[in-house]
């Protein structure tokens, strides 16, 4: 039996869905299956379809510049976890831009007054992707306590934005 794995319908969805923060136009690296010769891009390729599939943390390693933000951007594309309203817009972070504080605020969001120019109450990017993926960039560059804190919403689902005792809930991959 013939097989189609609709390249075009990957491009066209990748385009649309990658993260907004991380890469532009002309950033962006191509995602191209079809042309995959080596035996480890074809495995690399078998395991992130496999992981679409699977409402589970994806941890990518590699140097700068090998594809992670691609490959992150076509697993949300081709999942089942994906919200087609975030498509011009998934949440995504480059980790490195923030300080631990205000990483904590973007991730968890805060409540009116729980710090000077909150002026209201905004939801985090774990609020956002509810249902969906967050796609966080070079994790490495948060703080070990910021790191547990988000291991613990990731473990739990739930977590507590600035200035409040109360917890929120998030389904985020």
């Not at 498509?87 to 009116?112: H, I, N, S």
């Amino acid at each position: 039996a013939l097989v189609r794995l609709g390249i075009d319908t990957y491009y066209k969805r990748y385009t649309e869905v990658r993260p907004r923060q991380v890469a532009t136009e002309e950033q962006e690296l191509r995602w191209d299956p079809t042309r995959f010769r080596s035996p480890v891009l074809q495995r690399l390729f078998t395991e992130a379809q496999r992981t679409a599939r699977l409402r589970v943390p994806v941890l990518m390693l590699g140097e700068s510049g090998t594809g992670k933000t691609t490959l992150a951007g076509w697993i949300r594309a081709v999942s089942l976890f994906r919200k087609q309203e975030l498509d011009r817009g998934w949440p995504a972070v480059a980790c490195g831009q923030y300080t631990a504080e205000m990483m904590r605020a973007e991730l968890f969001g805060y409540k009116k007054g729980a710090f000077t120019g909150a002026l209201r109450d905004q939801d985090g990017l774990l609020k956002h992707a509810d249902g969906d993926t967050v796609f966080l960039d070079e994790i490495g560059d948060v703080s070990r306590d910021m790191q547990r804190l988000l291991l613990k919403a990731i473990e739990e689902g739930r977590f507590q934005p600035l200035g409040t005792s109360e917890y929120e809930t998030s389904r985020f991959r």
